[in-house]
Antibody, heavy 120, light 110 residues
Framework: QITLKESGPTLVKPTQTLTLTCTFS??????????VAWIRQPPGKALEWLAL???????RYSPSLKTRLTITKDTSKNQVVLTMTNMGPVDTATYYC????????????WGQGTTVTVSS | QSVLTQPPSASGTPGQRVIISCSGS????????VYWYQQLPGMAPKLLIY???QRPSGVPDRFSGSKSGTSASLAISGLRSEDEADYYC???????????FGGGTKLTVL
């Protein structure tokens, strides 16, 4: 059974850097085709894809946020870490990590999400 | 402004069939698979349809997906109160080198 759980600060100040950790179980991020994505959802708004890391360490970023994002993986710890620099109030959102299915490419299992508020 | 366009709302009565549309372009829907996600109130999204029209195990066959050209649609037949949720379409975008989502459609069961 695949599970993912996001962790990190619930409150960050403007201009600070956010670091979120996705801890997963039930799969290996060294298995061909597997990936872990980060997606966020501002209150009352739509889903927005942020970043994706594949089993082979290929990394993809949302073009609009690319300069602020870094995604890394620690296969031995079953973790994926997302950092986002220069946080602002518009970055207030629920942040999800999700498992990318190795065969069909959909995000088939999601974490419960973690809510991050940006405020001074 | 989402890359994929969905109607903001849809509604139907129990037992009815509802269709939710999703419009994109050749860089996303036109050349890639479409996925649909259901997000119940206060919950994380759940994969409903993958590769245009495939259902993960456990998803009722009341849910079906289709794609034609640069558009896709999700059909829900035999509408039930528990189907009241937000529905999102998604597809890989070749120009952006990543997945893109629709703006979501809020389904109300009257």
């Amino acid at each position: 059974q695949i599970t993912l759980k996001e962790s990190g600060p619930t409150l960050v100040k403007p201009t600070q850097t956010l670091t979120l950790t996705c801890t997963f179980s039930g799969f290996s991020l060294s298995t061909s085709g597997v990936g872990v994505a980060w997606i966020r959802q501002p209150p009352g708004k739509a889903l927005e894809w942020l970043a994706l890391i594949y089993w082979d360490d290929d990394k993809r970023y949302s073009p609009s946020l690319k300069t602020r994002l870094t995604i890394t993986k620690d296969t031995s710890k079953n973790q994926v870490v997302l950092t986002m620099t220069n946080m602002g109030p518009v970055d207030t959102a629920t942040y999800y990590c999700a498992h990318r299915h190795p065969l069909h490419g959909g995000m088939d299992v999601w974490g419960q999400g973690t809510t991050v508020t940006v405020s001074s | 402004q989402s890359v994929l366009t969905q109607p903001p709302s849809a509604s139907g009565t129990p037992g009815q069939r509802v269709i939710i549309s999703c419009s994109g372009s050749s860089s996303n829907i036109g050349n890639n698979y479409v996925y649909w996600y259901q997000q119940l109130p206060g919950m994380a999204p759940k994969l409903l349809i993958y590769r245009n029209n495939q259902r993960p195990s456990g998803v009722p066959d009341r849910f079906s997906g289709s794609k034609s050209g640069t558009s896709a649609s999700l059909a829900i037949s035999g509408l039930r109160s528990e189907d009241e949720a937000d529905y999102y379409c998604a597809a890989w975008d070749d120009s952006l080198s990543g997945p893109v989502f629709g703006g979501g459609t809020k389904l109300t069961v009257l």
